[in-house]
């Protein structure tokens, strides 16, 4: 059972960047997915989380308008398109997922992870 996020990068500000995070080892039909990042020196913050059906959402404030999360089941892998990137987005990313039928909120609830791909955006 293994997630494998890709797709972080440098970036100059205002740029844009796709995360995917594909799931070997099981189907992520029956579970929420998450992206989650955590900033050096900082805590780990939830960004965007979808729900298993892909027809809810949530988005941190800080990211509300800019990045949009999706999934393909068909291939079972979860996407996180990052669009007008800011610096202060630079941070390692991670994809997790739990088997849920709603919108779970906290890392607590996650009991798959990734291992992190890292998006610096600078100048």
């Known amino acids: 059972v293994q997630l494998q996020a890709s797709g972080g990068g440098l970036v100059q500000p205002g740029g844009s960047l796709r995360l995917s995070c594909a799931a070997s080892?099981?189907?992520?039909?029956?579970?929420?997915a998450a992206w989650f990042r955590q900033a050096p020196g900082k805590e780990r913050e939830r960004v965007s989380i979808i729900r298993r059906e892909g027809d809810i959402t949530y988005y941190a404030d800080s990211v509300k308008g800019r990045f949009t999360i999706s999934r393909d089941n068909a291939k079972n892998t979860v996407y996180l398109e990052m669009n007008n990137l800011k610096p202060e987005d630079t941070a390692v990313y991670y994809c997790?997922?739990?088997?849920?039928?709603?919108?779970?909120?906290?890392?607590?609830?996650?009991?798959?992870w990734g291992q992190g791909t890292e998006v610096t955006v600078s100048s």
């Open positions: 080892g099981f189907t992520l039909d029956d579970y929420a």
């Open positions: 997790a997922a739990t088997y849920s039928e709603f919108v779970p909120l906290y890392d607590y609830e996650y009991n798959y």
